[in-house]
Nanobody, 123 residues
Framework: QVQLVGSGGGSVQAGGSLRLSCAASGYDPDCMAWFRQAPGKEREGVAAWHRDDSTRYADSVKGRFSISKDNAKNTLYLQMDSLKPEDTALYYC???????????????????WGQGTQVTVSS
């Protein structure tokens, strides 16, 4: 399995920006993704990265969030701009090493998970 360590959360006002990082070790993932979970809600997919550098996003973050990976550092990033209070959640990175043509945004597809990092956006 891939070991993942997430970082970069914090508190910002609405309209602000944050960048999350997720350092991977152990294996070279085929898919990596960011998920988030707000209190009382299910964990939801936010953005996914494929080893061919293709990406996909949840509709709620399109145009505001950007996922990328530095292969030299084996680190996944999530740049979050124009943050809204509804973006407040615990954010998790996830990875899988089995190749797929498209990297999914559902929890069951990812066997490896990092610890969550809190993002709080105030109005």
């Amino acid at each position: 399995q891939v070991q993942l360590v997430g970082s970069g959360g914090g508190s910002v006002q609405a309209g602000g920006s944050l960048r999350l990082s997720c350092a991977a070790s152990g294996y070279d993932p085929d898919c990596m993704a960011w998920f988030r979970q707000a209190p009382g809600k299910e964990r939801e997919g936010v953005a996914a990265w494929h080893r061919d550098d293709s990406t996909r996003y949840a509709d709620s973050v399109k145009g505001r969030f950007s996922i990328s990976k530095d292969n030299a550092k084996n680190t996944l990033y999530l740049q979050m701009d124009s943050l809204k209070p509804e973006d407040t959640a615990l954010y998790y990175c996830a990875a899988r090493v089995s190749p797929l043509s498209v990297c999914p945004l559902f929890v069951a597809a990812y066997p490896s998970w990092g610890q969550g990092t809190q993002v709080t956006v105030s109005s």
